[in-house]
């Protein structure tokens, strides 16, 4: 069973960094795409970033796109989200998923999220 785990999250200033970690545990997550969803008090969950597990290509929400940075080290079972110029409604919970499509239809993998305020 896979295991994800949350860390980095906070209190930050309007205009500041936080960097969110996810580290798994209990399979190699290599032939899994990685991605980071949020989830903002009243909203629906929004899935902010991914990167896919072949070349590591990256995608964004047109919110995020110039300020957050997703990464992974595969090696070590680890993905990241670099967030920069934060904003206020960049508030949210944010989780990290682990996916890929089995021969039953997609797996999907959550982490319990770690919170993440933005105070302007």
């Known amino acids: 069973q896979v295991q994800l785990v949350e860390s980095g999250g906070g209190l930050v200033q309007a205009g500041g960094s936080l960097r969110l970690s996810c580290a798994a545990s209990?399979?190699?997550?290599?032939?899994?795409?990685m991605s980071w969803y949020r989830r903002a008090p009243g909203k629906e969950r929004e899935l902010v970033a991914t990167?896919?597990?072949?070349?590591?290509?990256?995608n964004y929400v047109d919110s995020v796109k110039g300020r957050f940075t997703i990464s992974r080290d595969s090696a070590k079972n680890w993905a990241y989200l670099q967030m920069n110029s934060l904003k206020p409604e960049d508030t949210a919970v944010y989780y990290c998923?682990?996916?890929?499509?089995?021969?039953?239809?997609?797996?999907?993998?959550w982490g319990r999220g770690t919170q993440v305020t933005v105070s302007s």
């Open positions: 209990g399979r190699s997550l290599s032939r899994y795409a």
């Open positions: 990167i896919v597990d072949d070349d590591d290509t990256t």
């Open positions: 998923n682990a996916h890929r499509i089995g021969w039953s239809g997609r797996i999907d993998y």
